[in-house]
């Protein structure tokens, strides 16, 4: 950025939460200027040449989609994040599609609005060094209504076709074919947007629990190989769970969902069989110790080529692969539960997946 000093121009008519912004922005370092109506925002905007707008849709004078609108054309490279009332989401949609960056729903939490102006600031870096602008915070905001919009015809697709189904002929082979293949795709589809929706889905304020990481493997093996029928017969599992494994404080529906990911790619790996071995052990060090996890599979094993791109979103070798399996658990473990996840592999031979999770609170 040509200036070194960060600065923000809050648009708001609460002149309390105005002055609450500011205060709370100062403290943080940022350099920050107030309007109260749309019109002395495009004063702002001209004589403070702020980086990022906080901006108010309701505004006394002007609507704030215009405000927005001619904003950008004078100044396209500013980042604007606006501010809704309760559920002005699908509203926020049309903003973002006008091109702010971000929104934020009032009443609005003092971190979340930290983080998002850090982030706009961040982005704008970005873009400043010519770097591939990441629109992931707004993708973010973005694929819950997106998901909306593809699974409201997908069930609807699905519920159709099984009416033709029904009313089909069954002696018609490739009529009967063709519907198969319809319901898979619309299945993939349907894995697809959930996937998509696991990793965007915006840090719950989770619920840490007491969990049992032996119960949890358990309960995943059972789940997967369920999903797995045919292949599950030739995958030979093996659980080497240390009875002494404390409990960790954990959100238990993220870590089941982590191993999940994990035992997945594990048996996809190993269309021919083999061994897969599930090992748990505790390490005291440093107090309270943390859990690890062995998830070591006979499996076809990963090229050297590709283990820089395992965690990265979308990166996937499977046809039918998302490639956001490994993503979400890197964010779970790592990002939520300040633990680790590493991936050792032989082309061929095999893969071991290793998380260590901390006991303690995190
Ligand atoms: P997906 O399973 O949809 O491809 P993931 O993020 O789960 O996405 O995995 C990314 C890639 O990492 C896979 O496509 C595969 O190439 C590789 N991979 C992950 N786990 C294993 C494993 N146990 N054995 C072999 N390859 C693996
Ligand atoms: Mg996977």
């Given at each position: 950025m040509e200036d070194l000093e960060r600065k923000v121009l809050v648009v708001d008519d609460n002149a309390e939460f105005a002055g609450m912004v500011r205060r709370l922005l100062e403290s943080q370092g940022y350099r920050v200027s107030i309007a109260a109506t749309g019109n002395l925002a495009m004063e702002r905007v001209i004589s403070?040449?702020?980086?990022v707008i906080l901006l108010d849709?309701?505004?006394?004078?002007?609507p704030g989609m215009e405000v927005l609108q001619r904003i950008k054309s004078i100044k396209p490279d500013i980042a604007i994040i606006i501010l809704t009332g309760y559920g002005g989401e699908q509203v926020a949609v049309d903003f973002m599609k006008a091109g702010a960056m971000d929104f934020l729903s009032k009443p609005v939490d003092k971190d979340l609005l930290l983080k998002a102006i850090k982030n706009a600031f961040k982005i704008k870096e970005m873009q400043a060094d010519d770097?591939?602008?990441?629109r992931q915070p707004s993708l973010e905001k973005f694929f819950p209504f997106l998901a909306h919009e593809i699974r409201n015809p997908l069930h609807a697709i699905g519920g159709a076709l099984a009416i033709i189904n029904r009313r089909?002929?069954?002696?018609d082979q490739v009529l009967g074919e063709s519907i198969k293949i319809i319901q898979e795709e619309v299945e993939h589809l349907n894995e697809f947007v959930q996937e998509c929706l696991d990793f965007v889905r915006?840090?719950?304020k989770s619920r840490f629990i007491e969990v049992q990481v032996n119960d949890a493997l358990s309960t995943v093996i059972s789940i997967v190989s369920h999903m797995f029928e045919g292949l599950s017969r030739k995958v030979d599992v093996t659980l080497d769970l240390d009875p002494a494994l404390p409990r960790i404080l954990a959100n238990y529906e993220e870590i089941k969902q982590a191993f999940v990911n994990i035992v997945k790619n594990a048996f996809e790996s190993m269309t021919d069989g083999g061994e897969f071995a599930v090992r748990t052990r505790a390490n005291p060090n440093p107090p309270p110790g943390t859990v690890i996890i062995e998830f070591k599979d006979q499996g076809i094993g990963i090229k050297k080529d590709t283990h820089q791109y395992?965690?990265?979103?979308?990166?996937?070798?499977?046809?039918?692969?998302?490639?956001l399996g490994l993503a979400i658990c890197r964010r779970i473990v790592m990002?939520?539960?300040?633990g680790n996840i590493r991936v050792e592999s032989e082309w061929g031979k095999g893969t071991t997946v290793t998380v260590e999770l901390p006991v303690g609170p995190t």
């Open positions: 403070d040449t702020p980086h849709l309701k505004l006394p004078d002007i770097l591939k602008w990441d089909s002929d069954p002696k915006p840090p719950a395992l965690f990265r979103p979308f990166f996937t070798t499977k046809l039918r692969g998302t490639g990002e939520r539960h300040d």
